[in-house]
């Protein structure tokens, strides 16, 4: 309900105007009120007569001077319009003096506006009429879906005032922002008007305003990006001050009371009290009803069953002996004496106590005390850590007998603040559990809280920094919901890991990476679904043990061999040398194998050491590899391919294709990527911006992580970036290998139809969720592209379209020209032109399709001098001619020899007679005179090539003897006569 009055309208001259009626009465003090006109130019008004009701009644006093515009009132004070002096409140009443208070919202106050919208491209049929703030009676709560509510008050100031409101904001998931735009329509400073989160208790903020028209905006955005139901806003106690003089004072509202005359605000009646509107003093109420604080009557006491009573242990005694007691839980609400109610167990039975926490002695009283530093113990005595060893500090609760001193418990009551409960976990000795609260959507906290980490002197500095690991177990019969939150801040608590319904006993790790990872927080919820009765206070969980290491200020369980600094006896322990590890059991160091590095969270025995992936190096802090961007790949063929990823080693981002929630809010996946690179590179970041800003953002850094983004047209920021979380840390190898260390990516996410291998680079992220309990891995494909100019084509699985098909290993395909390999010379043939004009040009060109980029160039042209075709088109001719007559001679000349022979042999034939064996008879066995032997003569003086040629194909006779023929003389006469005869 407002606390105040509206502005002041004009008041109408007919007003002034006296009734001359005679048939109207008198007016009373109860026909008509008193009103301020508006203010002039000098700050005056004047006070008149306003009737409730027109005609009837006559006689209004006349208008009289007003008060100055700037006179006020203070808290607790009205001002009385009969007297124009301010005066106090009554008892059972309050005001603000000059504002306006809302603490009651049964109803949306006067005033208040609210709608709900869609936001961010969405579905235009998606229906957010409903979602709007809803009035809850002490609070007012926003939406809890995808839709955008919207929550306005138009206010004007007579002079400079302030707006202040209390909010609860548990949950991340929700954008709320507050603002407030002036006349000019400007908006609040971008930077201050995000709300902070609620740590476990409603927060309070305060913001000073100008005077003139003001429009007060509250905005949230909820978005259930896994599915799962988020907290909404909770407002209340909206006060604005600088509006306008306080006529009235008004009533307390039930569950409240003021004493006192003056008060500002009503007080709420304590537990098991009630009272009524405008009253002065609370009531209790009678034996068989109850009360919760702020109530407005009594409900009758249920039976008691055993879900409201828990049992505890008391703190052991000289006797080395606790007890075991029983309590109702406080404020105590059932019925002992009612039909089927249980009654409270006794209590005082006597057990031993637990051992000492280890680190913890036990002293003369039975307490548990820590052991100082340079001691160990297994929770009975401290013994010193022999020479040569050294304490292994941080904090182990595994004994619960009381609670620790730096752990604390509580109930947060979402509908009323803090509760009344001392303790929402109680210890059972083996294990801490948590008790029934005031209704089941109370938020039971355990909070444990650190003052830091410090490596020990025997660990290298980026060794592991510290680790917490606790056991746990849940039971439900409800929607129960575990939460494991890690703060970084001393505001602040990011949920790490949620549990749903009923878990068995198990075992959870989580890496501590910063320093200012100060708190822990455990909170369990019964259910989300609000009822008035306790349904489900059966419901539990239970912690058995927790474990944190390297804490400042920690004891110590055991010792652990180490380093020394030298061979002297009191010589302190000093980390090994980079690349050693400890031998186990010893404090020997000794070298690890080349290109393997130190495992953070082992760095005792072997197998601290650690082999690096193919194609990477090991850092010089020996806690890594790396890969230097380049790679050598042999393929099938025999040939070397030389590969240069530098261009590709800065940090790159990319968004996953747009996602809508079920009211058609779009948000994407923001992945940043770190390829490659050598020592002193850029990681990638992704950073949380939704409720801070500044150094307070909570970042994450490696090779790959991802946030939440939602476009800017939630927030005046470009961006708005959640949950951010680191999926790798380290490199593993880079090869062209489908699988490496387990991680596999498979050929069918992206298909291609390149002979050419493509180059992968595997990753792995040392957190581990419950969902993926070996950790984050990540594939990065890198495909050469010739064609691709952009640096930054990085695309996702098609049918895993958020990156991941399993939630746990990612995948991404690189296609750009710098995933080519290195060009050669057999990426490019040589084209010979023919001989124009004596010149004939070489020319060089790239291989189709072209599958490198970079390396070596394309040689220059090359241009030489040669022959033409006509030259040897000529010489071809003339040779031919030459070969041809020479051939047609020698064939002659042959022709003509054959045909002497012919001759000669015929003749002899006819000298023999005709008988076959026989040779003619000699004449004579010499040539005689007057002979012509010039034939004879010739072949004997001059033998030519051609007549030793035809020696040798002379005829042989049928008795196997060469044929000589013999000149007679009667052959040497017919020769004569027949060479007579030719001439």
Known sequence: MQRGLTHLSHVSLWLLLAQTSADLPMCKESDYHFEYTECDVLGSRWRVAVPNKADTCTGLPDPVKGTQCSFSC????????????????????????????????????????????????????????????????????????????????????????????????????????????????????????????????????????????????????????????????????????????????????????????????????????????????????????????????????????????????????????????????????????????????????????????????????????????????????????????????????????????????????????????STAWEVAGEYVYTT????????????????????????????????????????????????????????????????????????????????????????????????????YSGDKAKIYAIHITNVVGGVASQCRRCALSSAKANSACVPCPPGHYMVTGTGVCKRCSPNTFIRAE???????????????????????????????????????????????????????????????????HRFNLCLCGKEGRAPATCIDNVTESGTGRREVKGYICQSTVVPSEIRSQSVVSSQPFLIADSIIGVTTDTTLSSISSPKWLFPSASGLPDVIFYYKSSETTQACKQGRSATIRLRCNPTVTAKDHITLPSNCSEGTCDGCTFHFLWQSQHACPLCTKNHYREIVSACIQGIQRTTYIWQQPLQCYGGVSLPAQKVSACVTLDFWLKFGVSTGTIAAVLLISISCYFWKKTRKLQYKYSKLMMSSGGKECELPTADSCAIMEGEDAEDDLMDLTRKSFFTKINSFSRARTSDGFDSVPLKSSSSGHQRDDEDSDDA
Not at 155 to 169: A, H, M, Q, R
Not at 306 to 324: F, I, M, R, V, W
Not at 511 to 532: A, D, G, H, K, Y
Not at 647 to 653: A, F, H, Y
């Open 436 to 535: 029934p609260g005031d209704q089941d959507t109370d938020y039971l906290m355990l909070m444990l809280n650190v003052p830091g980490y410090r490596l020990p002197q025997s660990l290298a500095k980026d060794s592991e920094l510290s680790r917490i690991t606790f056991v746990f177990e849940t039971t439900c019969t409800a929607d129960c919901k575990l939460y494991f939150l890690a703060g970084y801040n001393q505001w602040n608590n990011d949920v790490v890991e949620q549990w749903k319904g009923s878990k068995g006993k198990q075992s959870y790790s989580y890496l501590i990476q910063s320093n200012s990872t100060v708190s822990f927080t455990w909170t369990f919820q019964r259910t989300e679904t609000f009822n008035m009765e306790r349904k």
């Open 602 to 668: 082992q760095p005792v025995g072997e197998a601290a050491c650690v082999q690096c992936g193919p194609n990477t190096k090991r850092n010089k802090a020996y806690s890594g590899c790396l890969s230097d961007c380049t790679l050598d790949v042999q393929t099938r063929g025999g040939a070397l391919l030389h590969y240069d990823f530098s261009p590709l080693s800065n940090v790159t981002g990319l968004h996953s294709s747009p996602s809508f929630t079920n009211k058609g809010l779009r948000y994407f």
């Open 74 to 421: 203070s808290e607790g004070e009205f001002l009385d319009m009969q007297s124009q002096t301010c005066q106090k409140c009554a008892a059972g009443t309050y005001s603000l003096g000059t504002g306006v208070a809302f603490d009651e919202w049964d109803s949306l106050p006067t005033g208040f506006v609210t709608h709900g919208v869609t936001t961010n491209g969405g579905d235009a049929n998606t229906h957010c009429s409903n979602s709007t703030w809803t009035p809850k009676g002490d609070y007012i709560v926003s939406n809890s879906d995808e839709c955008t509510a919207m929550l306005s008050y138009a206010v004007s100031l007579k002079k400079p005032g302030t707006v202040s409101f209390e909010y609860f904001y548990p949950d991340n998931s929700i954008y709320f922002e507050f603002f407030v735009q002036n006349d000019q329509c400007q908006s609040t400073d971008s930077e201050s008007r995000w709300m902070k989160l609620s740590e476990n208790n409603w927060s309070k903020y305060e913001v000073e305003l100008n005077n003139g028209n003001n429009v007060l905006y509250w905005r949230t955005t909820a978005y259930t990006l896994l599915g799962s139901a988020v907290k909404p806003v909770l407002l209340r106690n909206i006060a604005i001050s600088g509006v306008a003089y306080t006529s009235e004072c008004f009533h307390c509202k039930p569950g409240t009371h003021s004493a006192k005359p003056g008060s500002a605000r009503c007080a709420p009646c304590p537990a098991d009290t009630y009272s009524t509107k405008g009253a002065t003093v609370c009531h209790q109420c009678e034996l068989d009803k109850y009360a919760e604080a702020g109530s407005g009557s009594c409900k009758p006491r249920p039976a008691c069953t055993n879900s409201d009573y828990l049992y505890t242990h008391t703190p052991c005694d000289a006797e080395g002996k606790t007890q075991l007691m029983y309590k109702w839980i406080e404020p105590k609400i059932c019925n002992e004496t009612s039909e089927g109610a249980v009654e409270l167990p006794a209590s005082g039975e006597k057990q031993t106590c637990p051992p000492c926490n280890p680190g913890f002695f036990v002293t003369n009283s039975s307490t548990c005390e820590p052991c100082i530093n340079g001691f160990y113990s297994n929770g009975t005595a401290c013994a010193k850590c022999p020479v040569g060893t050294e304490p292994v500090v941080g904090f182990e609760y595994k004994w619960w007998n009381t609670m620790p001193r730096n752990m604390k418990s509580s109930i947060f009551t979402r509908e009323f603040g803090s509760s009344d409960h």
